[in-house]
């Protein structure tokens, strides 16, 4: 079974970016982790990063075609786009929106998730950590369900 994992914009420049808030990890380093957890769970793990809404809306239709559950950190999209909202209720499978920072312990216009109320649960706070718990998540929900 395959699952998506997805990373919006100013992701690629993990490990330089507010490295206080993010962590000194580079998205490379996070996208390693996943596929070896994805191993580790006996899921395959498919990663991909855009600066671009549309790049991630067409990865998470083809996610709802060829996947059985998708892990997103949607940046700062989260908090403005309806066309990601959209995306999620367009598709069937579950979908985890995930942060690597507590959004609710900073600025009040990260509190607000577009994405949330389409999700099936969101993780946020732990760091790289919240992509291996959003991974487990998945794991889960599918393992329910089938
Ligand atoms: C983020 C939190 C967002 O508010 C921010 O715009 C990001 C990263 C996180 O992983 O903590 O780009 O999604």
């Avoid at 498919?46 to 709802?64: F, K, T």
């Avoid at 367009?90 to 690597?100: D, F, G, Q, R, T």
């Amino acid at each position: 079974a395959i699952i998506y994992v997805l990373n919006g914009p100013n992701l690629n420049a993990l490990g330089k970016r507010e490295p206080g808030i993010y962590g000194g990890q580079t998205l490379a380093d996070i996208e390693a982790m996943c596929i070896e957890e994805g191993k580790a769970l006996g899921l395959e793990v498919v990663c991909h990063q855009s600066n671009h809404e549309g790049a991630l809306i067409d990865w998470m239709h083809e996610a709802g075609d060829k996947a059985v559950g998708l892990a997103i950190n949607a940046g700062a999209y989260t908090h403005t786009s309806i066309a990601l909202h959209d995306a999620i209720k367009a598709i069937k499978i579950p979908v985890v929106e995930l942060h690597l920072s507590n959004v609710h312990a900073r600025e009040e216009f990260r509190h607000k998730s577009m994405l949330a109320p389409a999700a099936k649960g969101v993780i946020c706070g732990f760091g790289a950590h919240s992509y291996i718990l959003a991974l487990n998540a998945l794991n889960t929900l599918t393992k329910q369900t089938k």
